[in-house]
């Protein structure tokens, strides 16, 4: 039977030091469940990326992992600012990191652009001042 | 060039991973921005940095990276060099700076992970 699993990871905002500690723990996960490497390298950085969003600019959030038969879902939902426009938070190059972010190696506005890649398929809904929802799907 | 001639090459001090100096790298990806290199490093690609905090092995280890080349002398704190081994990358440290340390080993036949950034012009600042 192909292995299955559902976990759940919460992250803290303004928690730099932590941030990858939940990426690194699913990567680990798919790797035992046996997903292959292009998706579970995909998984990862996906996750990564939306972990260093959600401590970067929300009060806090949780990953979703969930893996079925044929899929990886991963379903992201934060409590913060939101985001006002996602067309353009969507766009190569765009950001609003501050100093502490990019000295940490970040904000490069690179995030939402390298998740959307990562995925097969990606959806983003956002309210301000509620937070943001993603929703990557990464075919097995 | 396995790791063993890239760290003769750069007179680098290996400070995790010494029993994984077979390791075979063909690309390398530089950056000071782990956001780039998430976005563009490739899977056993080697990643030259300038920094040290445990981020780097944190990225290095979601890419597959084969190993970390620190440049500018700089010696990662502990924590790092603690995450690395529990993580098993490898991590070197040359004094040569960035330019340098990427120069010679592009001509030593290391190419970069992507040579061009494909698509809209609004990665480059006008």
Request: glycine fraction near 40%.
């Given at each position: 039977m192909t292995q299955r699993c559902e976990c759940f990871f919460p992250v803290e905002g303004g928690r730099f030091e932590d941030a990858g500690k939940v990426s690194v723990e699913v990567k680990k996960m798919l790797k035992k469940i046996g997903i292959p490497d292009d998706a579970r390298r995909r998984a990862a950085i996906a996750t990564y990326e939306s972990e260093v969003n959600i401590i970067s600019y929300a009060i806090r959030g949780e990953v979703h992992l969930q893996v079925t038969r044929d899929h990886i879902l991963i379903d992201i939902q934060d409590a913060g600012?939101?985001?006002?426009?996602i067309e353009q938070a969507m766009e190569q190059g765009y950001s609003t990191a501050n100093d502490r972010i990019r000295e940490m190696?970040?904000?490069?506005?690179m995030g939402l652009f390298n998740i959307k890649n990562c995925s097969d398929t990606f959806e983003i809904s956002s309210e301000e001042d509620k937070g943001t929802h993603l929703k990557i799907l990464i075919n097995r | 060039m396995t790791l063993r001639e890239i760290a003769d090459l750069l007179d680098a001090r290996i400070l995790v991973g010494g029993d994984h100096l077979d390791i075979e790298v063909k690309t390398a990806f530089s950056a000071d921005l782990m956001s780039d290199v998430l976005a563009f490093a490739k899977p056993g690609s080697i990643m030259i940095t300038g920094l040290t905090n445990p981020q780097i092995v944190r990225i290095a280890s979601i890419v597959d990276n084969s190993a970390i080349l620190v440049v500018r002398g700089k010696i990662p704190p502990e924590e790092t060099l603690t995450l690395a081994e529990e993580l098993d990358i490898p991590v070197l440290s040359t004094r040569y700076i960035m330019f340098e340390t990427s120069g010679r080993l592009y001509a030593n036949g290391i190419v970069g992970c992507v040579r061009k950034i494909q698509g809209p012009e609004s990665v480059i600042p006008l």
């Open positions: 600012p939101g985001i006002s426009n190696g970040f904000g490069a506005g | -």
